[in-house]
């Protein structure tokens, strides 16, 4: 069984510059949440998908983006980068379904906008 | 706001000593609660989690104990390993399936050979 991965581990943007990060699920799950980590602090939830559609979203302005494909790999985009920007993103996937379930993370994109 | 809060920034402890680390929450809609490990460089892997049907989980060493009526959860860990020393989250989240976690800002455990 292969586990969350993601890509790339680490990229360098300038401010203004868009970036798409991805990620793809752990075998048999269909929900992938993203989480941003800054320094010092825990994940914050910037939105879900569940069966390639967004089933939740966090407090994120709309310049954070997202898609699910039908193999429920996922991807972030984040347009006109800021400085705080700069964190660990990280993808989770999990069963989805009507009970809680656990979602299991990815190793993250470290992302430094300059 | 902070919804779930880990006040201890760090906790150091003797290698085969009990570890605890503490988690309080503020919102009572929250029915399911986990802590993560996380070593640097890596993303957080899920440890344990308790609903709140339950007061108490075990796997192995570790067990989460659950207050609802205080809005606290704890984690122990016995004994402890040096290979136990990372950063521990606690989150949490309502009961239907698919709704985000809310973190804690987490605990950085040492242990001590």
């Known amino acids: 069984e292969t586990g969350v991965t993601q890509s790339p581990t680490h990229l360098i943007k300038t401010r203004g510059q868009q970036v798409t990060l991805r990620c793809s699920s752990q075998s048999g799950h269909n929900t992938v949440s993203w989480y941003q980590q800054a320094l010092g602090q825990g994940p914050q939830f910037i939105f879900q998908?569940?069966?390639?559609?967004?089933?939740g979203r966090g407090n994120f302005p709309p310049r954070f983006s997202g898609l699910q494909f039908p193999n429920y790999s996922s991807e972030l985009n984040v347009n006109a980068l800021e400085l705080d920007d700069s964190a660990l993103y990280l993808c989770?996937?999990?069963?989805?379904?009507?009970?809680?379930?656990?979602?299991?993370f990815g190793p993250g994109t470290r992302l430094t906008v300059l | 706001d902070q919804q779930v809060k880990q006040n201890s920034p760090s906790l150091s402890v003797q290698e085969g000593r009990i570890s605890i680390l503490n988690c309080d929450y503020t919102n009572s809609m929250f029915d399911y609660f986990l802590w993560y490990k996380k070593y640097p460089a890596e993303g957080p892997t899920f440890l344990i989690s308790?609903?709140?049907?339950?007061d108490k989980n075990e796997d192995g060493r570790f067990t989460v104990f659950l207050n609802k009526s205080a809005k606290h959860l704890s984690l122990h860990i016995v004994p402890s390993q040096p290979g136990d020393s990372a950063v521990y989250f606690c989150?949490?989240?309502?009961?239907?399936?698919?709704?985000?976690?809310?973190f804690g800002k987490g605990t950085r455990l040492s242990v001590i050979a």
């Open positions: 989150a949490a989240s309502g009961l239907s399936g698919n709704t985000p976690l809310v």
């Open positions: 998908y569940y069966r390639e559609e967004e089933n």
């Open positions: 989770a996937s999990s069963l989805g379904g009507v009970t809680p379930d656990t979602q299991y």
């Open positions: 308790i609903s709140s049907i339950k």
